[in-house]
């Protein structure tokens, strides 16, 4: 069975939170596609290495891509997570256009798109992603998991 380019670009945000994680950082990754499929960015979380708060790795390939571009509007892109964006994040994704959302797992104590303040469905939200269920929820959320067991043995 040949993996689908979601499942692959999901992979490149696992190996993003992989990395972070191998930094300290809570696992979560970002990778960043245009409408032709081709990577402008790949993230994982460093609001501890970058000394700011800011530094999910949502943003961080957000910034990129819109660097790398020139613009701040991201048309026609697709940004696979790792894990449910929080509020934050989610008014970036809105603000900087992204077409399509593809999550692999869901947080119910800090996500902002299916839980929480469900930032897309708010009538103060310009724009509203498609917003998909990806693959490797069950990866993203053990890595997760594992991480923050071994730092409370710590």
């Known amino acids: ?32 596609i245009d409408a032709s499929g081709d ?13 700011d708060p800011t530094a999910h790795a949502e943003i961080r390939a957000l910034r990129s891509a819109a660097r790398d571009l020139g613009n701040y509007r991201l048309p026609g892109t697709t940004l696979y997570v790792t894990l449910e964006p929080c509020v934050m994040c989610a008014g970036a994704i809105s ?4 077409a399509r959302l593809v999550i692999a797992a869901r947080d119910e104590k800090g996500g902002a798109v299916w839980h929480g303040p469900k930032y897309f469905e708010q009538p103060t939200c310009h724009w509203r992603p498609e917003v998909v ?8 959320g053990q890595l997760l998991k594992d991480f923050f067991r071994q730092r409370r043995k710590g």
């Open 1 to 32: 069975m040949t993996q689908s380019r979601d499942e692959f670009l999901m992979q490149r945000a696992l190996d993003a939170a992989r990395e972070a994680a191998a930094q300290g950082e809570a696992p979560v990754g970002a990778v960043l």
């Open 95 to 98: 603000h900087a256009r992204v």
């Open 133 to 140: 269920q990806g693959p490797f929820a069950e990866e993203a």
């Open 39 to 51: 990577i402008l960015a790949a993230a994982g979380n460093a609001p501890i290495g970058e000394s």
